[in-house]
């Protein structure tokens, strides 16, 4: 389910998802009233929640914090264009907020997410390294999206990894 009180962005995610994912992969439904959706998650289950932050009647934190409630195992992500610290902090605290997607959105990245969160098992007990992965990216989105090269080094974007010369 997808949540935002913009139609275009509700469109266009859902296109974007239906492109992807075969509907027997992945059913897609949208809403642009937060009341509404919590409803809606009175009825049934989804799998994963995408909310926006900012919706007037209910801001995306609250939405996704009573989605938890409902139901732990719905994977809750949130999509906002506020990239600030305490933005995400409270998606994270509050609402156990799986990934932080900025506005506006990297397609493969988000594809990336949805394929991640389908898969992402909520009431698992997340380890320590998982812990402090997600501490890290409420304070810094995308510090921890790193391209690691065939011997271990970090690769910088758009360098490709050089093989060690010979004597």
Request: net charge negative.
């Amino acid at each position: 389910m997808i949540v935002d009180d913009e139609t275009p962005i509700l469109h266009a995610l859902r296109r974007l998802l239906q492109r992807h994912f075969k509907p027997q992969q992945l059913g897609v439904e949208v809403c642009a009233d937060p009341l509404h959706a919590l409803q809606r998650l009175h009825e049934v289950h989804v799998d994963v929640l995408i909310s926006d932050y900012r919706m007037p009647r209910m801001d995306g934190v609250t939405l996704l914090a009573r989605a938890r409630e409902l139901d732990p195992r719905t994977v809750r992500l949130m999509l906002s264009a506020a990239s600030d610290f305490g933005t995400v902090l409270a998606a994270v605290n509050r609402a156990g907020v799986y990934c932080y997607i900025p506005k506006p959105w990297s397609e493969p990245q988000l594809l990336a997410d949805v394929r991640a969160a389908l898969v992402f098992d909520p009431c698992a007990v997340p380890s320590a390294d998982e812990l402090e992965r997600r501490r890290l990216e409420a304070m810094e989105p995308g510090i921890t999206q790193v391209e690691w090269g065939p011997n271990g080094e970090v690769l910088m974007p758009g360098h490709l990894p050089t093989r060690p010369g010979r004597l």
